[in-house]
């Protein structure tokens, strides 16, 4: 990149040219299946992420070994033990300097040569404890996109008392975004928002039973909450709740 924008200066290159140039490295394909954004983690803050679910063992492997040296690269929905089949072909990137980490609750593969800057604080609260792998999830994506965050797990409103002492917690804290994750009726994000006044990701989760299955009457409370400043995410996205939250403190940063 930094050639390319050098022969643009230089007048060597027109800046169409430069412009086909950046469009083509910021792709990488991976034989035919897969094609790579290469230049996210640059663009975003957040590493390029690969979905291991409909991915085999083995391109999952050349995925890491091909991308890795852009700096960062994730595997999410990646189960233990499927970990535990491609551990051993990940070694030639530890030898050169890389940190590959697991994380068996948020099914989550962090390979890694550098650490990123913070820039702000969010904070994560789960309802129950069986929310709570998708709220590590959250925390690994937003740490990787450069957040301090804090967590109070099972603060559900079963017991309601719990969670206003935590809460009070992260607002003196300086915490500038909560992600709140729930399962089951999936009322706790209303309840937050309506005590705070920074904006809150609701995560609704697949916990529950009966017509709480599947995480369906969750995703509905709290879209049709009556709290105002929540947004919401797919149900069990852990990710998609952290990069939105991260994005909020980026963009305030800007200002």
Do not use: W
Not at 2 to 8: A, G, M, P, V, W
Not at 12 to 26: F, H, V, Y
Not at 79 to 89: A, D, L, M, S, T
Not at 119 to 142: C, Q, Y
């Amino acid at each position: 990149m930094k050639e390319i924008i050098q022969k643009l200066i230089k007048g060597e290159i027109s800046a169409d040219k430069a412009e086909k140039l950046l469009k083509t490295m910021q792709i990488l394909e991976l034989e035919d299946f897969a094609k790579m954004d290469i230049c996210r983690d640059i663009r975003t803050g957040v590493p390029e992420a690969v979905f291991a679910e409909g991915k085999d063992d083995e391109e999952i492997v050349k995925i890491l070994m091909s991308c890795a040296s852009n700096g960062r690269i994730m595997v999410t929905r990646l189960q233990k033990e499927r970990y535990e089949v491609i551990k051993n072909e990940l070694t030639p990137l530890i030898e050169k300097g890389f940190v590959v980490e697991y994380n068996k609750r948020a099914r989550i593969l962090m390979v890694k040569n550098h650490d990123v800057e913070k820039i702000g604080k969010i904070g994560i609260i789960t309802a129950g404890t069986s929310d709570i792998p998708v709220a590590e999830e959250a925390r690994i994506v937003a740490e990787e996109a450069g957040c301090e965050v804090l967590r109070s797990y099972d603060v559900g409103v079963a017991g309601i008392h719990r969670l206003f002492s935590r809460v009070r917690e992260m607002i003196e804290k300086d915490v500038e975004v909560l992600i709140v994750v729930a399962g089951m009726e999936g009322a706790l994000p209303s309840v937050v928002a309506g005590l705070v006044d920074m904006p809150v990701v609701g995560v609704p989760t697949s916990v529950g039973y009966g017509v709480g299955e599947g995480g369906f009457t969750a995703l509905y409370a709290m879209l049709q909450s009556c709290a105002p400043g929540i947004a919401v995410v797919n149900i069990d996205n852990g990710y998609g709740a952290a990069v939105f939250a991260s994005t909020i403190i980026k963009s305030k940063n800007k200002n």
